[in-house]
């Protein structure tokens, strides 16, 4: 696609209940990143992919977030028993190959805005 | 564990002065900087990635320099237009760890305003 997609663009979900949140990256990337954005707090990492694989997924709050990318390209965002404070706007990512021999550029989406009450 | 920094949170000037927005990392081994712009309800744009062996970068009427040894960028926006309002974002890509390729390590932003 011309850029990174991401759906829904809002979700209102109620506490503890399990949400999911699609990112299609710009066709062609194999490099894709999770990052959230709470409100007064910087841009905080989740996980990356390098295909279908997650060879860093350090930034993971807990075992209620979890990601999977199949067939090089779409990338689902799972939070299981939502929390409060996993209000924030989820935002993807890709690039070309996610190699720093390249230095290449990041491609955000619009991103999910997630509101647990 | 990398930190960065920007300076100052939030400025507001008139239609056409030059402005810096400033960028400190406290840690110095980076592969790159990249400098973003983030529009309200909307995602990040990339402007500017400046390569840890390269001094600066320029696109139209905006030029990032990186001083990598003391942890510092700067962006210059020239002849500032209503438009450039948005919060502008620097990141870091640290070489700490062989599969860290994902993790940029952002700032909290500088929210710029460029009233009429």
């Known amino acids: 696609g011309a850029g990174v997609s991401q759906s829904p663009s809002n979700k209102v979900t109620e506490k503890g209940k399990d949400v999911e949140l699609r990112c299609d990256p710009i066709?062609?990337?194999?490099?894709l990143y999770w990052y959230r954005q709470s409100l007064g707090q910087g841009l905080e990492f989740l996980i990356y992919?390098?295909?279908?694989?997650?060879?860093?997924k350090s930034g993971l709050p807990s075992d209620r977030f979890s990601a999977e990318r199949t067939g090089g390209s779409v990338s689902t965002l799972t939070i299981q028993r939502t929390q409060q404070e996993d209000s924030a706007v989820y935002l993807c990512?890709?690039?070309?190959?996610?190699?720093?021999?390249?230095?290449?550029?990041?491609?955000f989406g619009s991103g999910t805005q997630l509101s647990v009450l | 564990k990398q930190e960065v920094t920007q300076i100052p949170a939030a400025l507001s000037v008139p239609e056409g002065e030059n402005l810096v927005l400033n960028c400190s990392f406290t840690?110095?081994?980076?592969?790159?900087l990249q400098w973003f712009r983030q529009d309200p309800g909307k995602g990040l744009t990339s402007l500017l990635l400046?390569?840890?062996?390269?001094r600066e970068q320029t696109s139209g009427r905006l030029n990032a320099s990186l001083d990598k040894s003391s942890g510092r960028s700067t962006l210059y926006i020239a002849a500032s237009q209503p438009g450039d309002s948005a919060t502008y974002l620097c990141?870091?890509?640290?070489?700490?760890?062989?599969?860290?390729?994902?993790?940029?390590?952002f700032g909290q932003g500088t929210i710029l305003t460029v009233h009429p």
């Open positions: 990141a870091v890509r640290s070489t700490q760890g062989g599969t860290s390729y994902g993790k940029l390590t």
């Open positions: 840690d110095s081994a980076i592969y790159n």
């Open positions: 066709s062609g990337h194999t490099a």
């Open positions: 990512a890709s690039s070309l190959s996610g190699r720093e021999v390249f230095g290449e550029k990041l491609f």
């Open positions: 992919f390098q295909g279908n694989s997650a060879p860093d």
């Open positions: 400046i390569q840890s062996s390269q």
